[in-house]
């Protein structure tokens, strides 16, 4: 992110080494003109948080490489108007499957993890997701944007996990049709809640949640794809209001 000094703030990830496990975060500024790094700030993922993403199958607690996957790659990198800036990664992994003379490749994009950076230090957040579907599904993945300090994350979602405990591993979103939209609201002090924004129904219709775009205040331009046997057809277009 450039700054109006015309630096750069910078943010990532961190490994023991390039094989290893996600150690975890760091954060620093870049000046460009002399190519000096400075306030350099490098936190590991906590210890409860490499616990909760063991469980998930997303991490390891214990052994020489205790760390989260490196499946968890950066999605965001933006600044809240408080000042502070959140780094955001998503879990995706590809699978191929070959029998006989099909080759068959899925989707896991699984669970959002949020780091608030600011002065006070670095608060990590965990979003459960769980999607599977065929690579190249446009119904997967996550789009973010601000609402005042809050952040929220759309993405669509099993209804279920709406009331589920935010600590237990998610239902399984494996038919996108099926899916509800959902929306993870997130605090200043890391809390998140889920509400169902709209539910996909019977038509067919998903949402594609990376084509969202933000046309105004609290108002956004939603894209629908219909599926079908083959895959999908038949677009709809409408603006979502969020307050």
Request: charged fraction near 30%; hydrophobic fraction near 35%; proline fraction near 3%.
């Amino acid at each position: 992110i450039a700054d109006k000094s015309g630096g750069l703030k910078i943010a990532g990830t961190y490994k023991a080494s390039r094989r290893k496990r996600i150690k975890g975060v760091f954060y620093c500024n870049y000046d460009p003109a002399s190519n000096n790094v400075s306030g350099m700030k490098m936190t590991e993922v906590p210890e409860d948080m490499v616990a909760l993403l063991d469980k998930d199958k997303q991490a390891d607690k214990e052994g020489k490489d205790v760390g989260i996957s490196s499946n968890f790659n950066p999605c965001n990198f933006s600044e809240r108007k408080n000042g502070s800036f959140d780094l955001t990664l998503e879990f995706n992994r590809y699978f191929r499957n070959t029998t006989g003379v099909r080759e068959d490749s899925w989707l896991f994009s699984e669970t959002i993890l949020n780091i608030n950076i600011s002065a006070a230090g670095m608060v990590f957040t965990r979003i459960p997701k769980r999607q599977e579907f065929g690579a190249g599904d446009p119904a997967a993945f996550n789009y973010s944007f601000y609402a005042g300090n809050k952040m929220v994350f759309l993405y669509n979602d099993d209804k279920r996990n709406e009331a589920r405990d935010i600590n237990k591993t998610p239902v399984t979103l494996d038919n996108s049709v099926k899916s509800v939209l959902m929306a993870a609201i997130l605090d200043e002090k890391g809390n998140v809640e889920r509400r169902i924004v709209y539910e996909h129904g019977d038509d067919k219709y998903v949402t594609i949640v990376k084509g969202v775009q933000p046309v105004g205040t609290g108002e956004f331009f939603v894209k629908k794809l219909r599926s079908n046997a083959f895959g999908y057809e038949h677009n709809k277009f409408g603006i979502l209001t969020i307050n």
